[in-house]
């Protein structure tokens, strides 16, 4: 007789067990799942975020370290004309970045005057076009820019090398000219309408060129400028800045004469502030003093040394005393000084360090003096 056989008693609390517990298990991956993408999520964007971060940070340490003091973005073409970028020079340690601007309808047919812009100390090319706002300058006046800019290799402020010895200023003057050169031959520029213009460490360089290649230049200027040619270390620039070296020797006044060969220094503008406490206005005098000197041999006669003088203010800008010295008749110095006026330029951007928009616009001070002092354009007879 077959044995029965026993019935399985089904316990539906173990079912029910099972499937919360394979429930559980489903959940658990769903949330595991859930929580990872979360966390990759959050990981992924801190690491972004970080990156990004320092990539921040390593940019303005950058800026830091490159000494300029109020860095701009590349300036671009917003009222027409073309920027462009380039390098000139004979080696890496000897090469200088530059930045150009070329306002509409210059071209080979129609070549243009160039005005050459040396920037100061905590300054780069870019600062200093946002400073001076020379783009507008030059789509106005149709004149085409170079804006030479200081290595921070040559200098840890990117200031020229207007003190360092004779040897090296001649040797970065000998650069400046030759970026300038590259410039009349690779763009259409009127090489015999070239005109220099400089900011304080800029001003005292370009002043140190124009006595090297007087006859290359229309006129030259100075913002802010220390006399050039009167110190030869730091130590000796510091008392210069300060008014206390303000006199050239009857030695350095020979060694200049030489220099010049017989040549005539180009017409020079000096601006500057009454409340200078950089670089004190007396640096100025000196200048102007110095032009005077060289252009004349021998004593200055008295006549000379009495320029005219015209007190001027527009709107509620600084009023200004502007100092006229002329030779043969001709307007030869002009001294524009600024009343109020720190170590900044004249009318310069707001945004901007070492500009002071409250002061009259030094661009325009500067092209005036430069069309009143530029030789009169020769007229081609018609062949008949």
């Given at each position: 007789?077959?044995?029965?056989?026993?019935?399985?008693?089904?316990?539906?609390?173990?079912?029910?067990?099972?499937?919360?517990?394979?429930?559980?298990?489903?959940?658990?991956?769903?949330?595991?799942?859930?929580?990872?993408?979360?966390?990759?999520?959050?990981?992924?964007?801190?690491?972004?975020?970080?990156?990004?971060?320092?990539?921040?940070?390593?940019?303005?340490?950058?800026?830091?370290?490159?000494?300029?003091?109020?860095?701009?973005?590349?300036?671009?073409?917003?009222?027409?004309?073309?920027?462009?970028?380039?390098?000139?020079?004979?080696?890496?340690?000897?090469?200088?970045?530059?930045?150009?601007?070329?306002?509409?309808?210059?071209?080979?047919?129609?070549?243009?005057?160039?005005?050459?812009?040396?920037?100061?100390?905590?300054?780069?090319?870019?600062?200093?076009?946002?400073?001076?706002?020379?783009?507008?300058l030059a789509r106005a006046r149709r004149c085409i820019v170079l804006l030479p800019e200081q290595s921070s290799r040559a200098n840890a402020h990117r200031c020229w090398n207007w003190f360092r010895g004779e040897a090296q200023a001649a040797a970065e003057a000998g650069l400046l000219m030759g970026m300038i050169d590259h410039a009349c031959r690779t763009h259409p520029v009127?090489?015999?309408?070239?005109?220099?213009?400089?900011?304080?460490?800029?001003?005292?360089?370009?002043?140190?060129?124009?006595?090297?290649?007087p006859d290359r230049f229309v006129a030259v200027g100075s913002h802010s400028g220390a006399a050039p040619h009167l110190a030869r270390n730091a130590t000796q620039a510091g008392r210069v800045m300060r008014g206390s070296l303000s006199g050239h020797t009857a030695a350095q006044l020979q060694a200049l004469r030489l220099q010049l060969r017989g040549r005539m220094p180009p017409?020079?503008?000096?601006?500057?502030?009454?409340?200078?406490?950089?670089?004190?206005?007396?640096?100025?005098?000196?200048?102007?003093?110095?032009?005077?000197?060289?252009?004349?041999?021998?004593?200055?006669?008295?006549?000379?040394?009495?320029?005219?003088?015209?007190?001027?203010?527009?709107?509620?800008?600084?009023?200004?005393?502007?100092?006229?010295?002329?030779?043969?008749?001709?307007?030869?110095?002009?001294?524009?000084?600024?009343?109020?006026?720190?170590?900044?330029?004249?009318?310069?951007?707001?945004?901007?360090?070492?500009?002071?928009?409250?002061?009259?616009?030094?661009?325009?001070?500067?092209?005036?003096?430069?069309?009143?002092?530029?030789?009169?354009?020769?007229?081609?007879?018609?062949?008949?």
């Amino acid at each position: 007789m077959p044995t029965p056989r026993r019935r399985r008693t089904v316990n539906p609390w173990a079912k029910l067990g099972k499937t919360a517990a394979r429930q559980m298990q489903q959940m658990q991956r769903a949330v595991a799942r859930t929580v990872t993408k979360s966390v990759a999520r959050t990981v992924a964007n801190t690491v972004a975020h970080s990156v990004t971060q320092a990539a921040h940070q390593g940019k303005e340490a950058r800026r830091v370290l490159s000494g300029v003091t109020s860095p701009v973005p590349a300036p671009t073409s917003r009222g027409g004309g073309r920027w462009q970028e380039g390098v000139w020079g004979f080696g890496p340690l000897a090469q200088r970045h530059y930045r150009l601007f070329i306002p509409p309808g210059v071209g080979a047919a129609r070549p243009a005057p160039l005005l050459v812009l040396l920037h100061g100390c905590g300054q780069d090319a870019a600062s200093f076009a946002a400073c001076t706002r020379v783009a507008a300058l030059a789509r106005a006046r149709r004149c085409i820019v170079l804006l030479p800019e200081q290595s921070s290799r040559a200098n840890a402020h990117r200031c020229w090398n207007w003190f360092r010895g004779e040897a090296q200023a001649a040797a970065e003057a000998g650069l400046l000219m030759g970026m300038i050169d590259h410039a009349c031959r690779t763009h259409p520029v009127q090489a015999d309408r070239v005109h220099l213009l400089g900011l304080s460490a800029g001003g005292a360089m370009a002043l140190m060129l124009a006595l090297r290649y007087p006859d290359r230049f229309v006129a030259v200027g100075s913002h802010s400028g220390a006399a050039p040619h009167l110190a030869r270390n730091a130590t000796q620039a510091g008392r210069v800045m300060r008014g206390s070296l303000s006199g050239h020797t009857a030695a350095q006044l020979q060694a200049l004469r030489l220099q010049l060969r017989g040549r005539m220094p180009p017409p020079l503008l000096l601006i500057h502030g009454d409340a200078d406490h950089v670089v004190a206005y007396d640096n100025a005098i000196a200048s102007a003093t110095l032009w005077l000197s060289l252009s004349t041999p021998g004593a200055l006669p008295a006549a000379a040394a009495q320029p005219s003088v015209r007190l001027l203010r527009r709107g509620e800008r600084r009023p200004v005393a502007v100092h006229d010295w002329r030779r043969d008749g001709r307007l030869y110095v002009r001294l524009v000084r600024v009343e109020g006026l720190g170590h900044a330029w004249s009318g310069g951007a707001a945004s901007q360090a070492y500009a002071d928009p409250a002061g009259p616009d030094a661009l325009r001070i500067a092209w005036a003096f430069f069309a009143a002092v530029a030789p009169a354009p020769v007229r081609r007879r018609a062949v008949a």
